[in-house]
C-alpha cells in the first residue's frame, strides 16, 4: 500500500484492519486507508506524519520498521495473492477465538440445555465458513463476453432439447411443478429463497408436496421436506394420495376396496425410488434448519429444502416480536441458500385478509413470492380470460420474481380431496 497505488485500492477494498495479527501492522493499514480516502497518496513520509500527529511512531524502532516495511513491498501482480493469505490467516485465528470460546462456554454452563449450545455454536460456525464474495467491477468486453456465452449456451440447450425431448421447458434450476410456472421462473435455482404463502386449509402442504413429487419422484433430485405440525403417519397417507389418484378421506378411513389398496402399495413404489427426506420437527428454529441443511446436504446432497411451515417455528426469545421473527428467518435461510447452493422454499401463513405478515421484509430478502388462493367468484362471472381455462379454482400469484415476470395470476386445478395440483388447461378455441 505504501508503493502502490494499485495495491492500495485492492486491500481498502477488501481489507479491514482486524484481518491484521500484529496490531503496529493495523494502525498502518488504518494510517493508509486514512490517507488515501482523503486522495493523499500514503507513502512513508505522509503516514509518519498522519502518525505524529495521532502521538504514534514516536520510538525510533517504530520508525525504523515502517522504513523496512516500505522497502519490502509486493509486486503489483501479486498483491490478490497476499491479500487472500491475510484473509485466509485472519479467518483461521477467528476459527481459534471459536474454538475457545465454545470450550469456555461448556466450562461456565455445564447445565445449559445442550441442544441450544450446539444450535448456537452451529450459527457461529456458519457464519465464520460463510463465503466471502470479492467486489468485482465488469469492463465493457467482460460484460459483452459473459452475454455472449450465455446466450449460445441457452440457445444451444434450447435447441438440443427441442431435437431430442419434444415439447420440455429448458430450465436453469429443478422443475416447480406447473408448467407454466416453469416458463415464467426456468425453475427454483441454487442459491433461491422461494417463498410460498396460504390461508390455513388452503393447500400450503399439498403445494409443498406437489413440488416434492415433481422433483424428488418425477425427477429423482434429492429433497428435504422440514414440517412443523404433521406426524411421520399423516405425511404418508397424504402421499398415498398424491401419487395414487384416490380420495384422502377415504385413505385416511380406510374406506377402500382391494383394487384401490393394491393402486396405492404399487403408488409407494414410486415413493421409495424417490429423493424425498421427511423430516417431521414440531420444535424447528432459524438454528437448527443450519444444522439439519448443512447435514442433509453433505450427506444426501440434497437440492431443495422446504420449510412448512415459518409460523409453528420456535424461537428463544418470546419477546421477540412476530415480524422480526420472520425477518430472521427469511434472512437465515437466505444465508443458507447461498452458502449450500440449494434452493429454499418457506411456507407462510396469510391473514384473513390475504396479506403476509412481514411481507415486505419477506419480499426484500426472497427471489421468489407465491400466493396461493382460491379464484374469486366475481373473477369466473366476469373475467373472460379465466373462462379460457377448464375448471380452475385457485390462482398461483408471482408477488415478486427477482429473475423475470411478476404480477401475473396463473390459474391451477386444486383437488383438495385428492391433494394434487396442476396447471389449468387452456380451452380450445
Aim: charged residues 30%; negative net charge.
Amino acid at each position: 500500500m505504501l508503493h502502490s497505488e494499485d495495491a492500495c485500492i485492492e486491500a481498502y477494498n477488501i481489507l479491514i484492519a482486524s484481518d491484521f495479527y500484529s496490531p503496529r501492522n493495523a494502525i498502518i493499514f488504518e494510517l493508509s486507508c486514512s490517507l488515501f480516502l482523503r486522495e493523499v497518496r500514503p507513502t512513508l513520509v505522509e503516514v509518519l506524519k498522519e502518525g505524529h500527529n495521532l502521538g504514534l511512531f514516536n520510538n525510533p524502532r517504530d520508525v525504523e520498521e515502517l522504513k523496512y516495511i516500505t522497502e519490502h513491498f509486493i509486486d503489483d501482480e501479486n498483491i490478490k495473492y497476499w491479500i487472500g493469505k491475510v484473509k485466509d490467516k485472519s479467518r483461521l485465528r477467528k476459527f481459534v477465538d471459536f474454538l475457545k470460546a465454545s470450550h469456555e462456554v461448556l466450562i461456565e454452563q455445564q447445565g445449559a440445555d445442550v441442544e441450544q449450545i450446539l444450535m448456537s455454536a452451529e450459527e457461529k460456525l456458519t457464519n465464520l465458513t460463510a463465503l466471502e464474495i470479492d467486489d468485482r467491477v465488469d469492463g465493457p468486453a467482460d460484460m459483452a463476453n459473459l452475454g455472449y456465452d450465455e446466450v449460445e449456451r441457452r440457445f444451444l440447450r434450447y435447441k438440443n432439447i427441442n431435437e431430442v425431448n419434444k415439447g420440455l421447458i429448458p430450465l436453469d434450476g429443478l422443475s416447480t411443478g406447473f408448467d407454466n410456472l416453469n416458463h415464467i421462473t426456468l425453475g427454483y435455482k441454487p442459491g433461491d429463497l422461494i417463498i410460498l404463502g396460504a390461508q390455513t386449509g388452503h393447500g400450503k402442504t399439498a403445494f409443498a408436496l406437489h413440488t416434492s413429487k415433481a422433483i424428488a419422484v418425477d425427477s429423482k433430485k434429492n429433497v428435504l421436506y422440514l414440517n412443523t405440525e404433521m406426524s411421520r403417519e399423516q405425511i404418508a397417507l397424504r402421499w398415498g394420495s398424491i401419487l395414487s389418484g384416490i380420495e384422502h378421506e377415504r385413505i385416511r378411513a380406510g374406506s377402500i376396496n382391494e383394487t384401490e389398496l393394491s393402486i396405492i402399495l404399487n403408488a409407494y413404489s414410486r415413493l421409495r425410488d424417490s429423493g424425498f427426506y421427511s423430516y417431521p420437527c414440531p420444535n424447528l428454529t432459524p438454528e437448527k434448519t443450519i444444522s439439519i441443511a448443512r447435514k442433509f446436504k453433505a450427506q444426501k446432497n440434497i437440492e431443495l429444502m422446504i420449510i412448512d411451515y415459518v409460523g409453528r417455528m420456535d424461537k428463544f426469545d418470546p419477546r421477540i416480536p412476530e415480524w422480526q421473527m420472520l425477518e430472521q428467518i427469511v434472512k437465515t435461510q437466505k444465508m443458507l441458500a447461498q452458502n449450500l447452493k440449494i434452493a429454499v422454499m418457506c411456507l407462510v401463513q396469510l391473514n384473513a385478509d390475504g396479506t403476509m405478515q412481514g411481507a415486505r421484509r419477506m419480499k426484500n430478502e426472497c427471489d421468489l413470492m407465491l400466493k396461493l388462493t382460491p379464484i374469486p367468484r366475481e373473477d369466473f362471472e366476469l373475467s373472460e380470460e379465466i373462462k379460457k381455462y377448464l375448471n380452475p379454482n385457485y390462482y398461483l400469484i408471482i408477488e415478486k420474481n427477482r429473475d423475470g415476470r411478476s404480477g401475473v395470476s396463473i390459474p391451477i386445478v386444486f383437488d383438495l380431496q385428492k391433494q394434487t395440483m396442476k396447471d389449468a388447461e387452456r380451452i380450445s378455441q
